[in-house]
C-alpha cells in the first residue's frame, strides 16, 4: 500500500507543467455548471467515501475456487473494473495521480483502462471543457498518452491494475495510424494494450471541427485495425446510434465498422446512446444490440457514463434482463473524466450510478461484468473473479 502514495517529482513537474483554469465535466459529455474550488492532497483523500471491497488486486490472482466466495448481501455492489475512464481533461490540469489511486483505492476499484481522451484542444486556447468553447478545434492527438505513460511508470502502485490506451487516432483521417503504433512501441514497450476511445461520430463534439469517420475512411483503418487484431488489442468505439428525431441515424457506419473488421475485438462505448438519444424505447435499442451480438461475436458493449443511467431509463427491466441473457458481452464504466477541480467524492458518485445496475443482475452477469470475468477474459490477463456464495 505504500507504493500507492509514492511520490515521484518527475511526473509531478510533466503534469504541473499543463496549466490551465479546469472546468468541471461530471464526465466526458456532461458539463456540471460551477467551478468550484477542490481540496488538495491529503484533505481530498479524507474527503473521498470509502466505498470498496477490501479485496486485495492480488486476491483476483488466485483461481476462483480459491478465493473467499464473493457475498452479495454484505460486498459492495459498485464494480471491480472501470473499463471507461479519463485521468486527463481536455485541457488543464488533472486530479493528481496519489490523489487519483487513494480514490480509486477507496471505491474498490481494482482494475482501470486509462483512456487519454482522444481529442486534445487547441493548444492556444485555454478552454479546459469542449462545450464551454465551440469553435475551438478539439482533436485527436498523442498528448495524453504519453503523459499517461509516464505517470503509470513513475507512480507504482501494488493494489490497481491499470491498462494505458492508444487514443490519438483520428478515424476519419486514419493514414499513418500504423506507423505512429511503431513510435508508441519504441517509446512504451509493451505498455499499450487497449485502443480508444475513438470517435467514429459524436454528434456533442460537431462544434469543435470534429470529423467523423465515413464509409470511405473506415476502409482505411485496415493497417491499423490488422496490428491490433493481431495483438488482441480491443478498441472501444464512441459511435453515436443516431438522435431523438433520428434514432438511428449513424447505425450504417457501426455495421460497416463491424462486417469489415469482425475478426477485431471492438467494445462500442455506451451501447451507441448519447445525450442527444435519450428517448428511444428500451425494446428497439436492445433489439438492435441483440441483433449484432448475435452476428458478430467479437462485439462487446460498455455501459459507462451516468448520464445514461439518469436520463435513459435507469436502466429498467428490459436492461437487466438483456445483460442477464448476455453476460459475457457487457464490460462496467465510469466516464469519469479526472479534472483537477472535481470534488473528492465526485469518482465514487459516478461510480456508484452507473453501478446500481449490478444489485439487480443475476449471480451469473454480476459475476462476469462487476467482478470482472469478462474484462480479465477480454485482455486474456491472469485474474479471476471469485464465485458468488450460496
Ligand atoms: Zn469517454
Redesign the pocket.
Known amino acids: 500500500m505504500s507504493k500507492l502514495f509514492a511520490k515521484s517529482t518527475v511526473a509531478a513537474s510533466v503534469l504541473l507543467a499543463l496549466s490551465g483554469c479546469a472546468s468541471n465535466p461530471a464526465s466526458?459529455s456532461t458539463p456540471t455548471p460551477a467551478p468550484a474550488p477542490a481540496p488538495a492532497g491529503d484533505d481530498a483523500v479524507a474527503a473521498a467515501p470509502d466505498l470498496g471491497s477490501k479485496r486485495s488486486l492480488a486476491s483476483f490472482l488466485q483461481p476462483s475456487s480459491e478465493q473467499t466466495c464473493f457475498n452479495r448481501d454484505t460486498e459492495p455492489y459498485t464494480a471491480v473494473v472501470d473499463s471507461?475512464f479519463?485521468p486527463r481533461p481536455f485541457g488543464g490540469q488533472a486530479i493528481p495521480p496519489e490523489t487519483l489511486f487513494a480514490y480509486l483505492d477507496k471505491a474498490g476499484v481494482r482494475f482501470i483502462n486509462y483512456?487519454g481522451i482522444g481529442q486534445i484542444l487547441d493548444m492556444k486556447s485555454d478552454c479546459t471543457y469542449y462545450l464551454d468553447c465551440p469553435g475551438v478545434s478539439a482533436l485527436p492527438s498523442i498528448k495524453n498518452d504519453f503523459v499517461n505513460g509516464m505517470q503509470t511508470k513513475a507512480f507504482p502502485h501494488d493494489n490497481l491494475n491499470i491498462i494505458l490506451s492508444m487514443t490519438f487516432i483520428d478515424l476519419a483521417n486514419p493514414q499513418g495510424s500504423a506507423e505512429m503504433i511503431a513510435l508508441y512501441d519504441k517509446e512504451y514497450p509493451g505498455m499499450f494494450k487497449w485502443a480508444g476511445?475513438l470517435n467514429v461520430i459524436k454528434q456533442a463534439l460537431l462544434k469543435n471541427n470534429h470529423q467523423p469517420a465515413t464509409m470511405a475512411s473506415i476502409d482505411q483503418w485496415a493497417p491499423f485495425m490488422k496490428v491490433l487484431r493481431e495483438r488482441g488489442i480491443p478498441v472501444t468505439l464512441?459511435s453515436d446510434l443516431g438522435n431523438d428525431a433520428e434514432p438511428t441515424k449513424f447505425l450504417p457506419l457501426m455495421q460497416h465498422i463491424l462486417e469489415t473488421y469482425p475478426d477485431n475485438k471492438i467494445v462500442w462505448?455506451h451501447m451507441g446512446l448519447s445525450k442527444e438519444l435519450s428517448k428511444m424505447p428500451p425494446d428497439k435499442h436492445i433489439a438492435i444490440m441483440k441483433g449484432l451480438l448475435d452476428k458478430y461475436p467479437n462485439l462487446m458493449l460498455d455501459i459507462?457514463w451516468d448520464v445514461l443511467y439518469n436520463s435513459y431509463h435507469e436502466f429498467g427491466p428490459q436492461f437487466v434482463a438483456f445483460f442477464d441473457e448476455y453476460p459475457t458481452r457487457i464490460l462496467p464504466g465510469s466516464?469519469f473524466v479526472a479534472a483537477v477541480n472535481k470534488a473528492p467524492t465526485q469518482y465514487a458518485k459516478e461510480l456508484d450510478v452507473t453501478s446500481r445496475v449490478n444489485k439487480f443482475l443475476g449471480d451469473e452477469a454480476f459475476r462476469h461484468i462487476a467482478l470482472g470475468e469478462n474484462y480479465f477474459r477480454l485482455l486474456d490477463l491472469p485474474y479471476h473473479a471469485p464465485e458468488i456464495c450460496e
Open positions: 466526458e471507461h479519463h483512456f476511445e464512441h462505448a459507462s466516464d
